[in-house]
């Protein structure tokens, strides 16, 4: 193909692009522009497919190949500005080095560590990039979005600023990887470009939901200590390649509601207090109630900043949170690591006015409190010297509708108005993997046109970064719809999980198979219907799991399963990170049996699982209903298969005309479903809302 005959996917590789590698900066970008090179070659071919289409379609032809070449120009532009000058390319270098660093210590995290693990100290002492080979590569749509956004974050006169830069693509595509090597870019060029007036805020991100934001803010932890070392090692060594980083640090923050996180330094100080006076008996209960830190292992070399109680009932670990003179600060209790003093990572909201971080990591809501909070003027440079936010990036655009996008887009106008008021506008990018009327929303929300990426061809199947995959080279999801006649729903339910949990556990398969199959997500429209599905769990589903051992003979045995575990509102963030961190692991192995060790066998989720949430370990859902929006129906259902072959099961109820209806159209609908995503309404000057928030916008 066009693809592999003029691409060199060495490119691709982000130890090659950063200054680890040896290679002169001609033969990189030599290799960048064969990725360009590739996309003009495809982008001619479509223009030659286009000329035999029927006269109806020409007009849509050419606009989306206008489109495809307007990306790129501006792929183009990027390449050109990495080529002229040397502060792009050295922070263009350096985004590479810290997205390496990143990937190598995400690795880290997959296994229980505590303070004093030996093996651990001698892993971080041994450990040098530049031995690492070329294992961690960008996926051709993060590079060439990068490349793209150059311009518009280099020139606050670009044209290119003035637009929303959409990444459009399919869940577990790699959205996060893009944005965030655009992050660890910005913040570098940044510093490098203004080392006096560089500090404080420089990029706001933004999420809707606490449980995204807790498992999408320790991935962009590790990107923020990757760039603190980075600053660190060109302030105090020569080992590497020195560049100007300044002396303060690079931080993020956690800004979101004071349900979840300590809003001042005694709320943290009281919590604290119950921590560090757990007992053996009481740390679960503790932990529950006043672990509001969030972090609960350091997102650089993984030790736990928590204490845990040992199989034997003793308590081992040790708290990483800390206070110094009144202030609230996190480190890592391994000795060695290169963060044992101090974490470049806050949460308490006092902390984080007096000191702002680099990246400000926050829902959606807490940007409410502008007209109450004189002091969140800090993250704007408000009476400061400091430029202001340079790149705004929301997560999960097609969540930001309905009323909370309407209230949004009100506070959009503060905060862009914040956010220019030193003469330079924000870039803003947002992604999501399903929305409609994107122009629209973008409108409203921002005033501002919209740019998807990668813009769409001539074919669905093939965008040039993205192409339909043949299932027998990569399965993807099977979806299969149950409807049951004459029996009811909790009794459907009981059976249905039964079912699956005690099929899986007699499958005669090696552990590391059967576990991509063990922990169950069943999944459901509200918490009234998860409520009661929970004490079916306890009773009705074991009592079933009996009767399928006994019906297919016990010789495998009869699937314990304990209590289900819960991904849902009503759970503390702390449990809920627990919960998280227990989905990713496998335990269930013969090495761990002496620990009694278990992974989650059921796990109850609502829409809260159904963004941001990507365990490799989860490939089988049972979907309890039809959900309401087939964005959440897509997104939900998404959770699976990511990496292995998955399987999500629809239990439509009979006496509903509309799951039945779904249930008559299963296969049409499965073939499409994503022309069927509904669009995004978002209406900030309607009247009500006027009459609601306008005086928030004009006090803020």
Request: include cysteine; proline fraction near 3%.
């Given at each position: 193909s066009i693809r592999d005959k003029l691409f060199n996917k060495k490119c691709l590789s982000m130890k090659f692009l950063s200054y680890l590698d040896n290679t002169d900066k001609e033969t990189k970008l030599r290799m960048i522009a064969s990725l360009i090179e590739s996309y003009s070659a495809w982008i001619s071919k479509l223009e030659k497919q286009a000329m035999e289409l029927e006269p109806d379609f020409q007009e849509t032809a050419d606009r989306h190949i206008n489109e495809c070449k307007e990306t790129l120009k501006r792929m183009k532009d990027g390449l050109d500005l990495l080529r002229e000058n040397s502060i792009v390319y050295n922070a263009f270098a350096l985004a590479n080095r810290a997205m390496f660093m990143q990937r190598i210590h995400s690795e880290t995290q997959s296994k229980d560590k505590y303070p004093g693990d030996e093996t651990l100290q001698n892993e971080m002492v041994s450990l040098n990039y530049y031995n690492i080979g070329e294992k961690y590569f960008w996926r051709p749509f993060q590079l060439a979005f990068i490349i793209m956004s150059i311009k518009s974050i280099v020139d606050p006169e670009s044209n290119d600023r003035d637009l929303v830069d959409l990444i459009w693509f399919p869940t577990g595509g790699g959205k996060t990887e893009a944005y965030l090597g655009l992050t660890a870019f910005t913040i570098f060029f940044r510093r490098l470009s203004f080392p006096k007036t560089a500090s404080g805020t420089a990029v706001i991100m933004r999420y809707t939901l606490r449980l995204l934001a807790a498992q999408q803010f320790v991935r962009a932890s590790t990107l923020i200590c990757a760039c603190e070392v980075i600053r660190k090692d060109c302030e105090m060594t020569k080992k590497y390649p020195?560049?100007?980083?300044?002396?303060?640090?690079?931080?993020?923050?956690?800004?979101?509601?004071?349900?979840?996180?300590?809003?001042?330094?005694?709320?943290?100080?009281?919590?604290?207090?119950?921590?560090?006076?757990a007992t053996v008996t009481d740390l679960r209960d503790i932990k529950d109630k006043h672990n509001k830190f969030q972090i609960l292992k350091c997102p650089w070399c993984g030790t736990k900043l928590i204490k845990d109680v040992s199989p034997d009932k003793r308590l081992i670990g040790q708290w990483g949170y800390l206070f110094r003179n009144g202030h609230f600060y996190m480190a890592c209790p391994q000795e060695g690591c290169q963060f044992e003093d101090s974490l470049p990572i806050q949460v308490v909201d006092e902390e984080l006015y007096e000191d702002p971080p680099t990246l400000l990591f926050g829902t959606v809501d807490k940007f409410a409190m502008l007209p109450w909070k004189q002091e969140a003027g800090s993250f704007f440079a408000v009476n400061s010297k400091n430029r202001a936010p340079e790149l705004i990036i929301q997560d999960e655009l097609h969540l930001i509708s309905g009323p909370l996008g309407t209230i949004a887009g009100l506070y959009e106008v503060a905060i862009d108005s914040l956010c220019s008021r030193k003469g330079i506008k924000p870039k803003i990018v947002a992604s999501t993997a399903t929305i409609r009327r994107a122009k629209e929303q973008c409108a409203a929300l921002y005033n501002r046109m919209v740019r998807q990426f990668p813009p769409a061809g001539l074919d669905a199947e093939d965008s040039f970064f993205a192409r339909e995959a043949d299932l027998n080279e990569k399965p993807g999801r099977m979806y299969m719809g149950i409807m049951p006649s004459g029996k009811t729903k909790a009794m459907m339910e009981a059976r249905v999980i039964a079912a699956i949990l005690q099929r899986v556990y007699m499958m005669d398969l090696p552990y590391n198979i059967k576990d991509k199959f063990w922990t169950l997500v069943v999944y459901f429209?509200?918490?009234?219907?998860?409520?009661?599905?929970?004490?079916?769990?306890?009773?009705?589903?074991?009592?079933?799991?009996?009767?399928?051992?006994?019906?297919?003979?016990?010789?495998?045995?009869?699937?314990?399963?304990?209590?289900?575990?819960?991904?849902?509102?009503?759970?503390?963030?702390?449990?809920?990170?627990?919960?998280?961190?227990?989905?990713?692991?496998?335990?269930?192995?013969?090495?761990?049996?002496?620990?009694?060790?278990?992974?989650?066998?059921?796990?109850?989720?609502?829409?809260?699982?159904?963004?941001?949430?990507?365990?490799?370990?989860?490939?089988?859902?049972?979907?309890?209903?039809?959900?309401?929006?087939?964005?959440?129906?897509?997104?939900?259902?998404?959770?699976?298969?990511?990496?292995?072959?998955g399987i999500a099961l629809t239990l439509y109820d009979g006496a509903k005309s509309r799951d039945r209806s779904h249930y008559e159209q299963f296969k049409a609908y499965h073939e499409s479903f994503y022309k069927y995503v509904e669009p995004t309404v978002v209406t900030p000057f309607a009247k009500p809302a006027r009459d609601r928030a306008l005086h928030a916008v004009i006090v803020s």
């Open positions: 020195v560049y100007p980083l300044g002396k303060d640090r690079i931080t993020i923050g956690l800004w979101i509601g004071g349900q979840h996180t300590p809003n001042r330094n005694s709320e943290a100080k009281a919590n604290w207090n119950k921590l560090v006076q429209n509200s918490l009234r219907d998860l409520g009661k599905c929970s004490t079916i769990v306890d009773d009705d589903v074991k009592d079933f799991i009996r009767r399928i051992a006994f019906r297919f003979g016990t010789k495998k045995g009869i699937r314990q399963i304990g209590a289900a575990n819960e991904l849902t509102s009503r759970v503390t963030t702390s449990h809920l990170n627990e919960t998280l961190e227990k989905l990713e692991r496998l335990e269930y192995s013969k090495e761990n049996q002496e620990n009694k060790r278990y992974p989650i066998n059921v796990l109850l989720a609502t829409n809260m699982i159904s963004v941001g949430v990507d365990v490799a370990r989860l490939n089988i859902m049972l979907i309890v209903g039809q959900p309401k929006l087939t964005s959440e129906y897509i997104q939900a259902s998404s959770r699976i298969g990511r990496s292995f072959p």
